[in-house]
């Protein structure tokens, strides 16, 4: 199977500084169509898990263009402009190019 | 707008089962397929599988293979998941998620999750 490392685990950030998480893949997740099947998902304490990014740099709709996501292959990186209090959440990368889909220990982003 | 929502908390014993709906609206159900994610106190989001609501095609994980059964209505737009056997490792918060038609991979709109507590 797949892993997907999250680096940092906790990641103290002071308001409105940038803020960057990294995951790591053990193989490369392009598919045999060219695509890459990554996905960033951030969640709020108490709520559940909501999709940022799709297909490793495709911002969902509504979410602020803060966040982007970049990478290729086997590294991948979700970065937060500037840091707002809502952004406080533990963030997922997960991927869908591999069987059986799986997701990162996960980065939990706290206020400094 | 896309929703999913789920049945209530369960309080079940080691070795019941239990089995959790997950109720969708605002687009094309048969278009899609569901999957299945849990998180057990205090962890990470663990896959555990994935049922295609067009023709009824399924994955699931290892971990739970031979336990775990998904299923869907489509007259009322409503997906299932079924676990057996229960042990205690199985607490956690189920959530559903809409994902793509013919594999997993995306899950878009999450339900808000449904808490199972295996107890005796």
């Known amino acids: 199977d797949v892993v997907l490392t999250q680096s940092p685990l906790s990641l103290p950030v002071t308001l409105g500084q940038p803020a960057s998480f990294s995951c790591r893949s053990s193989q490369s997740l392009v598919y045999s169509d060219g695509n890459t099947y990554f996905n960033w998902f951030q969640q709020r304490p108490g709520q559940s898990p909501r999709r940022l990014i799709y297909?490793?740099?495709n911002r969902d709709s509504g979410v602020p263009d803060r966040f982007s996501g970049s990478g290729s292959g086997t590294d991948f990186t979700l970065k937060i402009s500037r840091v707002e209090a809502e952004d406080v959440a533990v963030y997922y990368c997960m991927q869908g190019t591999h069987w059986p889909p799986r997701f990162g220990q996960g980065t939990k982003l706290e206020i400094k | 707008q896309v929703q999913l929502v789920q049945s209530g908390p369960e309080v079940k014993e080691p070795g019941a089962s239990v089995k959790v709906s997950c109720k969708a609206s605002g687009y094309t159900f048969t278009n899609y397929g569901i999957t299945w994610v849990r998180q057990a106190p205090g962890q990470g989001l663990e896959w555990m599988g994935w049922?295609?609501?067009?023709?009824?095609?399924?994955k699931y994980a290892q971990k739970v293979q031979g336990r775990l059964t998904m299923t869907t209505d489509t007259s009322t737009s409503t997906a299932y998941m079924e676990l057996r056997s229960l042990r205690s490792d199985d607490t956690a918060v189920y959530y559903c998620a809409k994902d793509w038609v013919a594999t997993p991979g995306s899950a878009d709109y999450w339900g808000q999750g449904t808490l199972v507590a295996v107890s005796s």
């Open positions: 049922i295609s609501v067009y023709n009824g095609n399924t």
């Open positions: 297909k490793v740099s």
